[in-house]
Each structure stands twice: as C-alpha cells, then as structure tokens.
C-alpha cells in the first residue's frame, strides 16, 4: 500500500472510538469543553473535532480552542471534572514520516543536509498533511513493583491524579510524575501486577459512590461495602479530589453546629462550615469528643462521615457499635482503612470521605466530617513518598504534606445561597507526642484550620472529662458561630476559670486568702467541676443552657465538690418535671432577656430550697461544717483551690 492510500484508508474510519467517549461524556452536564494545542488548529479540523463531540455526547457541545506551545502532545481535550484525552492530529503521519527518513539515513541516502530538506520536501509533496484526528493510547510499561506501588516507563500525556489500567484490570492511581517514569498507587492487588505488563491511561479521575444509600454503612476508600450487609444500592458517583470552592462560592460562617459537649459549645464554639482541629497525645479523649459531635447531630439532619485512617479493626469496630446503640449509624457513613490495606487505600481515605460529605453540601444539606487521624494520614504519604523516591523535608516528611492537608481541608465550607448554601463542617484530628503542639504536622494543620480543641494529658490524669484546656483552646470563628444567648450566658466562664487558674497557682504555696479570694476560689472550681461530661452523652441545647447559667450565676458554690454532679442530675431532672416550659423557651430565645433570667434566677432558687428541704442536715454535719471552717481559718489550702 502507497502512503497516499495508506493516508486515504485513515480519512474512511471513524478517527476515535465514538462509543468510547460517549462513556466518558455520559457524567458530563455541560455544554462547553477546552481543546488546548500546541499550535494553533484549522477551521476544517476543529469542525472534525466539534462534529465528532457532538455525535458522541448526542447534543450540541461547545469547543473552545486554546494554544500552548510548552505542550509535548498535539492537542489535549479537557472535559472539566469529567477527563481529559489526548489528541494529535499529526501523529501516525509524522511517526511513519519518521520512520522512512529513518531508513532513508540506513541506506545512506541522507547524507547531507540538503538531502534531507529534498527528502522532507519530496515526503510533503507526496502526503498531504490533512489527516484525520487520531486517538492515541497512552501505553506504558511496568519497571518495577511491589509495597503496594508501580514505576511505570511511558505514560507520555498521563495526569497526577489520573487513573490507570495495568495488565490484568488492575487499576492504580498516577501519582508521582517523574521525568522518565510515572510512580503510581496500586488499588488492587499487587500479585496480579508483573514487570513488564502494559499499562494504558484513561483520560479519568478516581470517583467514589455517595448519597444517602451509603448512610448507615461502612466502606472501603474506593466505596466498596465491607460491613458484610450486602451490596449499596445504586449511588452517585463523585470524583474523590477536585478543587476547593472559591471565596465567591462562600458565605461566612454564622450558624453553630451543636456539639452537645458543654466546655465546647461555650468557649470553643463550633459553626456551620468551620474547619476545627482536636489535638492532644494519644488515649485521651480525641475520638470520644468527635464521636460526641456526631452523636449530637441526631434529629437534626446533618450527615456525618467518620474516616478511620490506620485505625486498627477493634478500634473501628468499637466506633460502629457506639453510633448503633445510640442511633447515630443511620445518619453516618464510616470510612475505614486499615493498617493493613495497601498505602493508596490509607491516602485516599480522607479524600473519599470528604467527596462523600460533599455531596450533602452540594444538595443544599448540612454535613459534618471527621479525619482520625491526620497524624496517620501524614506518616502514609511519608511511606508513599520513601517507596516513589521523592526527596524528604522536616522530620522526614515530603515537603508537600502542607498542600495535601490543605487541599482537603479547604473543602469545608458553607456555600453562598446562589450554590445552594450547604455546609461542610470538618473536625481532623491529629495525635501530638507529650503534648509537643510545635511538632511539624501540628503546626501544620492548626495553621490551616480556623481554631484547635487542645486536650491535655495531665487534666486527663486528674479526672477531666473532656480534658480540654482552655487556655490553648480557640475558636478563630468565636461569637460569629454561637448563639447570643450562649455568649451571654457563657462569657464570663473563661474568664472565671482563668483566674481560678491562676490564683490556685499562688495558693499551692500557701499564700494568704481574703475572703473575695475564697470565693473566687471556690466560683472556678465548681464552675470547672460542672463542665466535666460523660463520654457519649451529649447534652441540648437548653439544658448546657441552663447547667452554664448555674455555674455562672454561684447557685452551687455552697455544694460540696463531692455532691456536685448529683445536684446537676437533680437541677436537670427536676427542670424537666416542673419548667418544661421554661427550657422551651431557652431553647428558642435568641438572646438573654432581663424577663428570662430572672425566671431562671426564680427556678434556681426554688431547686435549691427544695433540695435544702429535702435532705435535712444529719448529725455529725454541723461537727463537719465547723471543723472546715476551723481549716480556712487556719490559713491551710482549702478543698476547693486544690489543683
């Protein structure tokens, strides 16, 4: 066959597989899409290339040329989130052009330079350059597996990010692009991946199923059910990374997410769209704080997602259980990658499970995100990074882990109304070592976030539940993402507990107390002592409301330490039986009224000369109460300013 009609055989087919980019098109609801070159196209070959779209997606689409001479590949056509294929409208005509020149060198017939310009000018003139578009399978080839990752030789126009076929159907996700091979993550089993297999490029992204069939389930990072309850219904399929939204995209944040926690919601308030990092050492509350965040959001209609990353089987297993006993599965997705899975299953955890939460923000819905944890997140993409060979930074670890953190916590946000005004908020969780917050990932990740719940390993020591530290913990959100009633009930609670703070420092010394000192003493460590809380048990609104308006307010500084959480138990229950009323309109009220707080003095009043009445003082208290006093009066450190 002759180049002309080897040439003229080509402009019969069809140029590209029509039905396999119908496939690809078939996810995309927009009518414009960018063909990037690397030298400006014709009129007659961007027609071919419209007239071609148009017959794959079944509609009118829109090409919107565009010119980029740093290109390697002819021309790129980018489909938004969807894919991108490559297209070279030169290729087969130049390789065969190549190849002849090549064998014309073989046999001597280019032996100068004029020869050759003869040779290019006789091979124009027979082949006209008007070839039809030409797909291009990007085709590579396996140098080197194994620890869950491929080094692939090829892969000329493969994107970061950019799924890929091995050989067998194995799938993995390009990740390192390196100048002569491409490292990828491997999502299915390594054995079936031998040296030398090809590999093809897709032109896709990884997507991930989500929607409300997957609520009340638990998952695999690539969606796929592992809670031996059969398969998830039909579900949409969202690309797991992309793009964070835009500040025009957003709204501020002004709308508190209840936590149910009370030393949370009154002095490290969390909003609607808010990024809010726990951090503390390891065993001391930071998973039960986030767990009691999820479990506070039954009835009012956010989904939540808990990714475990690393976590091992038992500890997952346990998080499950707690959400179904307390009703919260049917409103939570669990992702989990454990310490076994392959490194691409651990790095694409979070990334799954915000895509999963995304799609509640994107429906005009509410949803809440919790990464346990980043620590374990970052020391994966150490691992990854060390088997690709990437060059390391700080304590070992790459010098991108700053953009993977915050490309993932950028998601979160609350959507303008024009977007549909979702919300996503995101509580990561980072383990921190002997309470270290200067360590590389930690300064890391509070820097990204907009405040950090700090626990603290020696309150946790004494009892403190939650061991939060109020002193390291901020909210950068503040007053916006809290109710007014809440700031004004709340406000002069950090203020308390911090002079009792530091007036208890002075008197473990044995310095001498008046009797404003006692009492500011004795205000702090029951104001202290009435935040503590058990683990899954989270409190409404009203009635944080009202255990915070007590401590404020001095109605138990004359109970005993020891008879303090009886008496909360007692205030709640009896506000329950005999102001029903009253906690509804605390739960409603915007503000504190001057008519409201004296209802709650008036209540508060009438509890405590009912339980005064109500347990008459035995014998030996009087002996009790006079020898306490004999102890102040003596100068000793009382009861209450112990620390």
């Not at 007036?503 to 500011?520: I, N, S």
């Not at 205000?523 to 401590?551: F, I, K």
């Not at 909360?568 to 009253?582: S, V, Y």
């Amino acid at each position: 066959m002759s180049r002309d009609e080897h040439h003229n055989g080509d402009r019969r087919r069809d140029p590209v597989d029509v039905r396999r980019m119908a496939e690809l098109l078939a996810s995309f609801e927009g009518a414009r899409v960018s063909l990037w070159s690397r030298t400006p196209l014709s009129d007659e070959v961007m027609a071919q290339v419209r007239e071609w779209l148009c017959r794959a997606a079944g509609r009118e689409l829109v090409v919107e040329p565009h010119v980029n001479p740093a290109m390697d590949a002819g021309a790129v056509l980018s489909i938004e989130d969807v894919g991108r294929v490559v297209l070279d409208p030169w290729a087969l005509w130049i390789d065969e052009l190549e190849r002849g020149a090549l064998d014309a060198c073989q046999d001597g017939r280019l032996g100068d330079v004029d020869a050759g310009d003869e040779y290019l000018r006789e091979a124009f003139r027979g082949s006209p350059l008007q070839p039809q578009v030409e797909a291009l399978t990007d085709v590579g080839t396996v140098s080197r597996v194994g620890d869950g990752v491929a080094h692939v030789v090829g892969l000329r126009n493969v994107g970061s990010q950019e799924l890929v076929v091995a050989d067998g159907g194995v799938e993995a996700l390009a990740f390192s692009l390196a100048e002569h091979s491409v490292g990828c993550l491997l999502l299915g089993p390594e054995e079936r991946v031998r040296e030398g297999a090809l590999v093809v490029s897709t032109g896709r992204r990884l997507e991930v199923p989500a929607g409300e069939a997957l609520l009340g389930r638990v998952v695999d990072p690539l969606g796929w059910p592992i809670d031996d309850r059969g398969p998830i219904a039909e579900a949409a399929r969202v690309a797991a990374d992309h793009a964070a939204p835009g500040v025009v995209d957003r709204q501020p944040v002004d709308t508190p997410l209840h936590s149910g926690i009370k030393v949370v919601d009154a002095l490290v308030p969390i909003g609607r769209g808010q990024r809010q990092l726990i951090v503390g050492d390891r065993k001391i509350g930071k998973t039960t704080m986030a767990l009691d965040v999820i479990l506070a959001q039954n009835g009012t209609g956010v989904a939540c997602v808990y990714c475990a990353i690393g976590q091992k089987a038992s500890s997952v297993r346990q998080v499950v259980s707690a959400l179904e006993e307390r009703g919260a599965l049917e409103h939570t997705v669990v992702v989990a990658a454990l310490p076994g899975d392959p490194p691409a299953y651990r790095y694409l955890a979070p990334y799954t499970a915000c895509a999963m939460a995304e799609y509640f923000m994107h429906e005009g819905g509410d949803a809440l995100v919790v990464f346990d944890d980043l620590s374990k997140h970052a020391a994966t993409y150490r691992e990854i990074s060390a088997l690709l060979d990437r060059p390391v930074g700080r304590e070992a670890y790459p010098g991108d882990i700053f953009y993977v953190h915050s490309r993932l916590l950028e998601r979160s946000a609350r959507l303008a109304p024009e977007r549909g005004g979702g919300s996503l908020t995101a509580l990561p969780i980072v383990e921190t070592q002997a309470g270290d917050l200067s360590a590389f990932i930690p300064t890391n990740v509070i820097s990204i976030c907009d405040g950090q719940i700090v626990l603290d390993s020696v309150a946790f020591n004494e009892g403190r539940r939650p061991a939060m530290d109020p002193g390291l913990s901020v909210s950068r959100v503040g007053g916006a993402a809290q109710r007014r009633i809440m700031r004004r009930i709340a406000g002069r609670l950090r203020i308390d507990l911090a002079q009792y703070e530091e007036m208890a420092r002075f008197v473990k010394f044995g310095a001498e107390l008046d009797d404003a000192t006692r009492r500011q003493l004795r205000r702090g460590e029951r104001a202290r002592a009435l935040l503590v809380q058990d683990q899954h048990s989270p409190m409404s609104t009203e009635l944080e409301l009202m255990v915070l308006y007590a401590a404020v307010s001095g109605t138990f500084d004359e109970v005993l330490l020891p008879d303090l959480p009886a008496a909360e138990a007692d205030l709640l229950a009896w506000m329950r039986g005999n102001r029903q009323g009253l906690l509804g309109e605390l739960r409603e009220a915007p503000d504190l009224t001057g008519e409201l707080q004296e209802r709650l003095d008036e209540s508060l009043s009438a509890f405590m000369a009912q339980r005064s009445a109500a347990a008459p003082p035995e014998p030996g208290d009087e002996h009790e109460a006079g020898a306490a006093e004999e102890l102040e009066s003596s100068e000793a450190v009382p009861e209450e300013a112990s620390v």
